[in-house]
């Protein structure tokens, strides 16, 4: 049975953090792009 440290939990919410705030904003650039074609 392997024992998750405290620095892999931490490590891993900030991995999945990361993933989310990239997710986030290629959805806002690609909503920006579809919606708003002309730069603003």
Do not use: C, E, G, W
């Amino acid at each position: 049975m392997k024992v998750i440290d405290h620095k892999d939990a931490i490590n891993r919410r900030l991995y999945n953090n990361q993933s989310f705030v990239l997710t986030a904003i290629y959805r806002v650039s690609f909503f920006k792009r579809t919606v708003l074609p002309q730069p603003l």
